[in-house]
């Protein structure tokens, strides 16, 4: 009854033409997005969070979510097409897609990926909405200790998840934890590595430097392997699955939309590893896994169910704890800041409205996004094949009125430039990126409760606090789990060699 | 209880010894206190500051110039932010001294960030990191930022609106569109559409540069 009460208060939200031409223009905007390669959802978001700053905060985070849900789709659109994914977790995609649009199935193909992205979405609306309200409610108990401990846990797995060398996730981590204490102390009101500016004292401003790590770092990155080749991609329709084919694939769109948001739920998982473990998982429970890799569909619906549904499962633990579940997660948090929003359990109770008018929002997204997918395909691949040397000046353009546009400072703009550099060199010598912008966001919680709960009872309050200590654990064994493995691995390479 | 006074180069430092055992340890935290002091701020954070860029210097160049030339960017990059962590290590010693201050967390960062660190130079040094990339377009990259940091000025010295004009059509010219009309219709368009989205419709007060006094 009482959820039956706060969705009618989310919906309400959507009522008018503001809000759905909102969503529309954002399903579009995340479609676009995500299928130009190299714009990651997170890059997307990033990008536009500054045009949703006069917005209401409600209006505000249903731009920002309907581009998330959407550009996650959007990036199987290239990844069918020409073999180019347009998002990390679409890599999965291509691996049927392509071989799809080979055999001049092009068309199912996007079909497919478009059907299995919408069900998927709407699975993972569906499981937030189930975990997110309870998990809010048991989350207004939890002790600083508690709270601290949950924010290393999620630091803990984005390192253990990331792919690539542990040792450089962790390294980024700490080198985001470490820039975060520039600016005043928040319990002390101490200045902390201000250096005398006053453009410090409040730290460096959350999304230019997203901006910067997520989109200026990429551009720097296409410019050092430009070849000037242009894209050159077939204008192609949807089509959407007959019956026959989508009872075939029934199957696999709910399992790897359960097992996507599954994992979407544990911080630094997100959509790339959801959409692995689910083509996995499919092709070991498919009656044709020989198929698998040379256009089947139901690796083309298990990747991008996987990839949309952990969507759902990334915003469980955003809005419900406030611990960012991805890189775009991450840029929401930031978002919410932005119109003096702090996520987590009491959200849910003293913001209902932008709570239930998100969850709203994303069913209604969905349901646009494959109205749109059906009849947009020819607009997107127009779009999509605009030249680089367009589009990457315009998205540095982007980038810079963006900066600028969050508080007028022109300060930010240097700020974004110097940390799109960082971001270009971090990932050229293989650091992750995305940890670092986990470090700032989640530098703030995990140092003010930890000092909170140590000045209120002391260090061992993380032994005798039994949720605390059970969650440092697991954080200790995610991150030495992988490293102990990853020594056990070049061990027995060295022996082979 | 102890005191002793410290003298560095004219500074004076008053040293509060509680336990005088602790004040000789060079482990305990009022030694090192006692000693940091002086590299935490002012002429001592400059000496500090040049001392590691010394370091990062001479461990670039032993890279750069024997067989382990192939890992230099493997290596400078966690030498650099050792470096980074070193001298905000020592700036934390100008913070209170609280048990649970300021100072507490950084330190934490900082000594987990430059052990790692010190773990991904050993790699580099004995080889068993990855190889540096295949250098690509370096300085296509390099012209990018440079043409950034000078669009960065011209925002404030000609404007917002010239000064992306600019930057857009030399960005496309650097990325070898070359076509007249796509040089000029697309800043052009760039700057109608952040004219009406961001000066109108977001209100947000783009700077005019020195056209502000002619209007």
């Not at chain 1, 119109?339 to 008018?357: E, K, N, R, S, W």
């Not at chain 2, 602790?22 to 001392?51: C, D, E, K």
């Not at chain 2, 960017?73 to 649970?100: C, K, N, S, W, Y």
């Not at chain 2, 660190?117 to 377009?137: E, S, V």
Request: aromatic content about 12%; glycine content about 10%.
């Amino acid at each position: 009854m009482e959820l039956l009460e706060s969705f009618s208060i989310g919906f309400s939200v959507l009522l008018g033409w503001k809000p759905i031409l909102i969503i529309i223009v954002g399903v579009i905007v995340g479609i676009l997005a995500g299928a130009m390669p190299g714009l990651s959802p997170s890059t997307a978001v990033a990008l536009l969070v500054p045009f949703s700053y006069t917005m209401s905060p409600a209006l505000a985070l249903i731009l920002l979510t309907s581009i998330y849900i959407a550009s996650n789709y959007g990036g199987s659109i290239t990844a069918v097409l020409i073999n180019t994914p347009g998002t990390p977790s679409a890599a999965v995609t291509a691996m049927d897609g392509y071989p799809l649009t080979k055999r001049g199935l092009a068309g199912k193909g996007l079909g497919v990926a478009l059907v299995a992205s919408t069900v998927g979405g709407a699975i993972g609306v569906a499981i937030l909405i189930l975990f997110a309200v309870p998990l809010a409610r048991v989350a207004l108990k939890f002790s600083p200790a508690d709270y601290c401990a949950l924010a290393l846990f999620g630091l803990a797995t984005v390192a253990s998840m990331s792919r690539g060398n542990v040792l450089k996730a962790l390294v980024a981590i700490l080198f985001g934890l470490m820039i975060k204490n520039i600016g005043i102390d928040p319990i002390s009101g101490v200045e902390r590595f201000t250096f005398g500016s006053d453009q410090l004292y409040d730290g460096f401003t959350l999304i230019p430097a997203l901006i910067g790590l997520f989109a200026v770092s990429v551009v720097f990155a296409k410019m050092e392997s430009w070849t000037g080749v242009p894209r050159v991609m077939e204008k192609v329709d949807s089509k959407l699955p007959s019956l026959k084919e989508f009872m075939k694939i029934k199957m696999t769109i709910l399992r790897s939309s359960v097992i996507g948001t599954i994992i979407g739920i544990f911080p630094g998982a997100g959509a790339t590893i959801a959409a692995f473990i689910s083509y996995d998982m499919a092709k070991k429970a498919s009656k044709t896994p020989e198929e698998f890799g040379k256009g089947s569909l139901e690796g083309v619906a298990a990747a991008e169910g996987a990839n949309s549904s952990s969507v759902g499962g990334a915003l469980v633990p955003l809005l419900a704890l406030g611990i960012p579940g991805s890189a775009t997660d991450a840029v929401l948090l930031g978002a919410f800041m932005l119109h003096d929003l702090v996520p987590g359990p009491l959200l849910f109770q003293d913001h209902p409205d932008i709570v239930y008018g998100i969850f709203s929002a994303l069913i209604l997204a969905n349901i646009i996004m494959l109205v749109i997918g059906i009849y947009g395909n020819r607009f997107f691949i127009k779009v999509v094949a605009v030249p680089e040397a367009i589009m990457y000046p315009l998205i540095l353009a982007i980038a810079v009125i963006g900066s600028f546009a969050v508080s007028g400072s022109i300060f930010d703009v240097a700020a974004c430039i110097a940390f799109g550099i960082i971001g270009w060199l971090f990932k050229r010598y293989g650091f992750p990126v995305a940890p670092i912008v986990l470090g700032i966001v989640l530098g703030k919680m995990v140092e003010e409760n930890f000092r909170r709960a140590v000045m209120m009872d002391g260090y061992s309050v993380f032994f005798t606090d039994k949720m605390a200590f059970i969650v440092l654990l697991i954080s200790f064994f995610s991150f030495v789990w992988p490293l102990y493995k990853s020594w056990k691995r070049h061990k027995a390479e060295q022996e082979i060699a | 209880m102890n005191l002793s006074l410290t003298h560095y180069n004219g500074g004076k430092y008053l040293v509060q010894n509680i336990y005088s055992a602790q004040g000789t340890n060079p482990l305990s935290s009022v030694f090192l206190r006692s000693h940091m002091q002086y590299f935490s701020q002012g002429t001592g954070l400059i000496v500090w500051a040049l001392l590691l860029l010394a370091g990062v210097v001479a461990i670039g160049l032993f890279f750069r110039f024997t067989t382990r030339r192939e890992w230099m960017g493997q290596a400078m990059v966690p030498t650099f932010l050792m470096a980074l962590g070193m001298l905000f290590f020592a700036i934390t010693f100008d913070f209170p001294g609280e048990q649970v201050g300021p100072a507490l967390i950084p330190r934490i960062w900082i000594v987990s960030l430059v052990i790692l660190c010190c773990g991904l130079l050993f790699f580099a040094f004995t080889g068993n990191a990855d190889k540096d990339p295949k250098a690509g377009r370096i300085g296509f990259v390099l012209m990018g930022i440079a043409v950034m940091i000078a669009y960065f000025f011209a925002i404030q010295t000609i404007g917002y609106f010239i000064g992306s004009f600019i930057f857009l059509a030399l960005m496309m010219y650097i990325l070898s569109c070359r076509k007249p009309m796509l040089l000029i219709l697309v800043p052009t368009g760039w700057l109608v559409f952040s004219y009406l989205v961001f000066y109108k419709l977001l209100y947000i007060q783009l700077p005019l540069g020195f056209i502000e006094n002619y209007l």
